[in-house]
């Protein structure tokens, strides 16, 4: 039986690799980007795809009317940046604000934007791609201020949207999709993004709602806080 997955950030890198593998496998995909057109390269897969600038709050409120009511299985809050946030001297108000609206802020809203067709959908799941670069357990090495802090924020929303939203019956995850060889990942990352996503759609798709608030690595074992 074919799911619907909504993913965020589709142009490129991870996002773009998971609208390719769902649509190729018969998946309905709905693909959001800031901006359509530089979403060529996902034409001819089956799939649609919509506007969705996740910097932009009233973009996201749009959503839950340009889906009006259409069910949804699977939300995959993908869109991410980057922050060249290196030492406490390029922590700037702008930069963590910039990067907390993108990579934690968004994913909430876009959550809630979706919620009524995540409702209607058979899994209920969501699935926000974190890092392992969240965890506040892991960070023996620094660097990356703005990055890790908006990522384990997302870690943090997330467990309070799985502790409310879990009676419900859903499943809300974080995923660290590991170091991939994308834009933002660079050319030393060792993974290529096929890979990577083969990896997260074979744990997404074994996902129940007894992983509910879990923090999961790409291979499916658990992350530290
Ligand atoms: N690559 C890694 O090693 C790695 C490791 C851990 C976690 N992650 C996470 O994995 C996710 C995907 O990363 P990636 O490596 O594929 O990065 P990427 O190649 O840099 O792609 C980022 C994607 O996010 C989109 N995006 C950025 N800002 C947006 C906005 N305001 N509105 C809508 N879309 C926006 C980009 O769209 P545009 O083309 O319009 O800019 C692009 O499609 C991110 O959440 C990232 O933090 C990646």
């Not at 693909?31 to 799939?47: I, M």
């Not at 409702?119 to 974190?130: A, C, D, F, M, P």
């Not at 997330?158 to 809300?172: H, M, R, V, Y």
């Not at 974080?174 to 170091?179: A, I, K, Y």
């Amino acid at each position: 039986m074919s799911t619907t997955h909504l993913v965020t950030g589709a142009t490129r890198g991870i996002g773009l690799e998971f609208a390719r593998q769902l649509s190729q496998r018969g998946d309905v995909v709905l693909a959001t980007a800031r901006d359509p057109k530089n979403a060529g390269e996902l034409s001819g897969f089956r799939l649609s795809i919509g506007g969705l600038d996740v910097a932009d709050p009233i973009s996201i409120e749009g959503l839950t009317e340009a889906l009006s009511d259409r069910p949804i299985d699977v939300l995959i809050n993908n869109a991410g940046v980057g922050s060249p946030t290196k030492s406490i001297a390029d922590c700037t108000a702008d930069e963590l604000q910039r990067v907390f609206m993108i990579n934690s802020i968004a994913p909430m809203l876009v959550a809630k934007a979706a919620l009524p067709s995540l409702r209607l959908g058979k899994r209920k799941i969501i699935v926000n791609i974190s890092s392992q670069l969240a965890s506040i357990t892991n960070n023996t090495g620094g660097s990356s201020y703005a990055y890790r802090a908006s990522k384990a924020a997302l870690n943090q929303l997330n467990k309070s949207l799985a502790n409310e939203l879990g009676p419900e019956g859903f499943t809300c995850v974080v995923v660290h999709p590991g170091w991939v060889r994308t834009d933002m990942g660079g050319p030393n990352a060792p993974i290529l993004p096929p890979d990577s996503v083969k990896m997260l759609l074979k744990l997404i798709d074994a996902l129940t709602p007894a992983d509910n608030g879990k923090f999961f690595n790409n291979d499916g074992t658990i992350l530290p806080w």
